[in-house]
């Protein structure tokens, strides 16, 4: 009863800080707000060119408190945690971004790629799909249909890697790992084609898995991966 009494304690003094801030911002003079915007803006720079993260995440959040209708600082702040390597919080942010504005290509790559580190793909499969979507990007279609084949979800896997070798450029790449120490460039045709014999393989289907994977080592002979992965069909 107490940690209920509690936790009622702090979400109301959490919101009246909210007001009060929100009040005090309506309230500030245009000349003094444009003054502080100019010297938080200038701090914020000067924090990037020393590498003063922590600082310059403060100036951040000064600029968000007083200029609340501004999204432009919170995609910054979205980036400075992502590029800080802070996923959980640039995903957050990202997040909070995309309630406002869904067409966020910078907020829409940010929540995509933090909630997929962080092991959230069932998160961040709607924002790689968006991203494809909005730019016909792909590589984000490309990333939909491995996380789609993660989760265990062939069929839809299966539909985005067949738009995928239809519609791939040849000159567009996508790196895997060769070893420790070493990536490997592939054509994302030749990827999309191996994450076919995946699923196919997946599914108990080792001749049509073959297929694909032979159809992939076609058009990239040192594909690796699916050199090994061939040899799963025998």
Known sequence: MKR???MLLMAFCASTTIAQTADSVARLDPKLKKT???SDQAAYQLALRYNDIAAAKTFLYNLIVRNPDDLR???LLGTVYYEAGQAMSAALVSMDVLEVNDKSVTSLEIAA???EQVGALEKSLPYFESLYLLGGDNF????????QYSLKKYQEAMNSVNMLVKNAKPDEKVGFPKSETENQEVSIKAAALNLKGMI????GSKVEAKA?????LSLDP???LVKENLAKTN
């Open 4 to 6: 209920v009494l509690f």
């Open 73 to 75: 600082y919170v995609e």
């Open 36 to 38: 502080l915007n100019n």
């Open 200 to 203: 196919y393989l997946d599914q």
């Open 140 to 147: 984000s279609l490309y990333k939909s249909a491995f996380i």
């Open 222 to 224: 040192d594909f690796g």
């Open 212 to 216: 694909a994977f032979e159809e992939a």
């Open 113 to 115: 790629y933090s909630l």
